[in-house]
């Protein structure tokens, strides 16, 4: 039987970052038109450049916490920055990009009537009580700690977009995304994948935070991207809150081996101390997932870390490249980023709008 596809226009706000970026190339692949909106603050158009010539691509620079007026059939609201040490660089701007903007998201699906997906995230469970996290668990966050921009401002998003269907009927899918990585995450954002990596290779201390015996469980972007289509594909009665990772849990301390084993690297392992609310462990429960979305993913944390291990090696060897400074963003969580080589030099300074409070 031939199948056939229905092209739809779709928004991505965030589409210039890591998984905005891999998001825009599956809807592109699967023959649908996408407007990626973005603010550039943690994206970037070198994310989406190799789509920029595509006939069905378009790129809309827009900060979310501002209206926006368009014409679509879906939209993926990814905007926010998502490492610690980016979102906690301007955390009232944070808490703003995922409150106001999904106030403004919401109200352009509910004028255009689109169906529309929330990024949402494993920290609405914050240093969690219940091990592994299914979404009936209603979280233990620290409301006025230094992460609560990011852990409040989605809960409360998810707040508003239940809001919005009980109040308009509105179509909504809240996808609750855990720990993922892969090629084109920012080499300085701080996230401990990216952090190893270019730590070993370099063949710079590994930077553990504090004894490394806390947990996360890694997804490789390609089968969380998956599950976000997949999420967004399901009929009116399927809103979610659902996990979206996967449940193969690791110690820090283990990924650093790991990774040092992948790289070859002559990396020693440093402690440091561990950011303040750090979880200690964190694991999805995907038997929602897997039952209503027929999804699990596929990749191997082995597999998927040396993708992108190879992609940060050509990147490290490529001298144009947007950073940022690493004292700079690292002040503000009193951690270190990974220390660059030579180039990663001024070039990022005033990339990350949230460095310009001003929007008021
Ligand atoms: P990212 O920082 O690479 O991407 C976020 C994008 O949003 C960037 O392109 C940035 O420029 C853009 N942006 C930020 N503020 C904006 C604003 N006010 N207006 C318009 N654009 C804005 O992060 P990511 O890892 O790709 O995360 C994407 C989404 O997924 C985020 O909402 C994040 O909270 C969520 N998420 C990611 C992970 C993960 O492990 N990567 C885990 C849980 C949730
Ligand atoms: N982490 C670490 N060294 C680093 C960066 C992070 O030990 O250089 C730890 C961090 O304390 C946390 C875990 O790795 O326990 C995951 O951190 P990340 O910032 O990637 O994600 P999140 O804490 O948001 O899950």
Wanted: net charge neutral.
């Amino acid at each position: 039987m031939v199948s056939i596809k229905i092209r739809r226009r779709i928004v991505v706000s965030g589409g210039a970052g890591f998984l905005g970026s891999h998001l825009c190339e599956l809807l592109l692949t699967e023959g649908h038109e996408v407007l990626c909106v973005d603010n550039f603050f943690t994206g970037s158009k070198d994310n989406v450049s190799h789509l920029l010539g595509h006939p069905c691509f378009e790129l809309l620079r827009h900060d979310v916490t501002f209206p926006l007026y368009i014409e679509a059939d879906e939209i993926y609201n990814l905007a926010c920055p998502a490492s610690p040490i980016h979102y906690q660089l301007d955390p009232v701007q944070t808490t703003k990009t995922s409150v106001h903007g999904a106030i403004n998201m919401l109200g352009l699906a509910k004028r255009i009537r689109a169906k529309i997906l929330q990024a949402s995230t494993s920290e609405v469970y914050g240093d969690p009580l219940v091990h592994p996290q299914a979404e009936n668990y209603w979280g233990h966050t620290n409301p006025i700690g230094p992460r609560a921009c990011y852990d409040e401002g989605k809960r409360c998003a998810e707040t508003l977009f239940f809001d919005y269907r009980r109040q308009h009927s509105l179509s909504i899918k809240v996808a609750r995304i855990f720990n993922t990585y892969g090629e084109r995450m920012h080499p300085n954002d701080g996230r401990v994948v990216s952090n190893f990596i270019v730590q070993a290779l370099g063949n710079k201390p590994i930077t553990i935070y504090g004894d490394g015996m806390q947990t996360r469980s890694f997804c490789y972007v390609s089968d969380l991207i998956g599950g976000l289509y997949k999420l967004m594909s399901t009929g009116d009665s399927i809103t979610g809150p659902i996990n979206l990772g996967n449940p193969s849990e690791i110690s820090i301390l283990e990924l650093a081996k790991t990774i040092i084993g992948l790289t070859n690297s002559r990396s020693r392992l440093e402690r440091v101390p561990v950011p303040v609310d750090d979880p200690q462990r964190r694991k999805p429960d995907v038997s929602l997932a897997k039952a209503l979305l027929a999804w699990e993913p596929t990749v191997h944390l082995k597999d998927g870390l040396a993708r992108t291990i190879t992609y940060f090696d050509n990147l490290l060897a490529t001298p144009r490249m947007e950073r940022i400074p690493p004292r700079r963003a690292a002040s503000s969580v009193g951690v270190a980023g990974p220390s660059l080589s030579a180039d990663a030099g001024g070039a990022a300074v005033g990339t990350l709008r949230g460095l310009d409070a001003s929007a008021s």
